[in-house]
């Protein structure tokens, strides 16, 4: 069954994608799959009987199946973006926090330097 | 007498606890930081006024994170030879920390784990052994060093070693990433037993079996 070996094989391209989706090349050939993938949606609408026959094509019964296969398809990419999106994210927020809240802290080394002198001060023992 | 040593304290939310524990960390430790990690229970002021150091991160972003903020605030002290992690909630004793800093300074070891398995003094549900069991074999298949407990909260690094690691899993699964760091970077290390003291407070909010799978789930989607 062919729609087996593309539904795989569009699992692994989501996969290998998002684990080098760097820099502006990845996000041009993101940009350029939306207008593609919207241009074939707006036809399909148009021209209903096409899902059909693709979906012969490709070995799945009713043009319907295939359309639903497509979407969990795309929304295993979305979730997939958006992970990796937030996880970047985060990283971003912690070390922003992070130095934030070294910044606003009394340095270590000052912290310990107070804490001999009120155990050692001279005047006041 | 431990004036080289760091005890660092990662807090959230242990307003009923935290200044009993500062207190009784402070009677033999000098240097105590907590790093408040967005706790909205007023834990951050109490520690204050016990006399720890405060670190304050303003939003919450987990254990993992606030031990790596720990480490980096006590690193900045040049006077700082061994720093030690340490749970909020009064679980731990302050004469297992002693007893790891000593066989830090003996100085034939980088990195001492505590483990409540060394010993009979804990005595975890057999539920907690299950769970802790699966967390330290999962732990110990991959991170490649073999623990008997993986998910203790007590570690006690030398300097260099502390310098070696770098924490970037936020949340729980930071205890096997600073494990596989020891590995990666060749530290020596050793076990020490520990005595883990499960109250009916920290029982309410200990690691369940959900913790586990959140564990796991961090480690394999890192």
């Known amino acids: 069954m062919w729609i087996k070996i593309i539904i795989i094989a569009g699992i692994a391209a989501v996969t290998v994608v998002l684990l080098r989706s760097r820099g502006s ?14 241009m074939v949606f707006a036809a399909s609408v148009l021209f209903q009987d096409v899902w059909t026959v693709v979906a012969n094509a490709v070995g799945v019964g009713r043009g319907a199946d295939l359309l639903l296969y497509m979407f969990v398809l795309v929304m295993l990419f979305f979730v997939a973006a958006t992970h990796l999106h937030f996880r970047g994210v985060e990283a971003q927020v912690t070390l922003l926090a992070r130095r934030l809240a070294l910044a606003e802290a009394t340095p270590a080394g000052e912290a310990a330097r107070t804490g001999d002198q009120s155990t050692e001060d001279p005047q006041t023992s | 007498m431990f004036d080289d040593t760091w005890l660092v304290v990662p807090l959230f939310n242990e307003g009923a606890v935290i200044a009993d524990v500062v207190t009784q960390a402070l009677q033999t430790f000098d240097k105590v930081v907590c790093v408040d990690d967005g706790s909205y229970d ?40 061994y720093a030690v992690t340490f749970d909020a909630d009064g679980q731990h004793q302050v004469d297992d920390v002693v007893a790891m800093v000593e066989l830090l300074r003996t100085g034939e070891v980088d ?25 330290t074999g999962m732990s110990n298949l991959t991170t490649g060093l073999r623990l008997t407990d993986a998910h203790n909260g007590l570690r006690a690094f030398n300097r260099q070693a ?61």
């Open chain 2, 162 to 222: 502390l310098q070696a690691v770098h924490i970037r899993q936020n949340r729980m699964a930071h205890a096997s990433e600073i494990v596989s760091q020891v590995a990666k970077a060749k530290l020596r290390f050793a076990e020490s037993p520990v005595h883990v003291l499960y109250t009916d407070y920290s029982r309410s909010k200990g690691q369940s079996i959900w913790n586990s799978v959140n564990i796991l789930t961090e480690l394999l989607y890192r």
């Open chain 1, 25 to 38: 090349k990845m996000l041009a050939l993101r940009r350029l799959a939306m207008v593609v993938f919207g």
């Open chain 2, 42 to 81: 007023g834990s951050g002021d109490l520690a204050q006024a016990a006399g720890a150091q405060v670190v304050r991160h303003p939003l919450n972003l987990g254990q993992g994170a606030a031990l790596q903020t720990g480490f980096e605030y006590v690193l900045a002290d040049p006077a700082m030879q």
């Open chain 2, 111 to 135: 990195v001492v784990f505590g483990s409540r398995f060394l010993d009979e003094r804990t005595t975890p549900s057999r539920a907690k052994k299950a769970v802790l069991r699966v967390a």
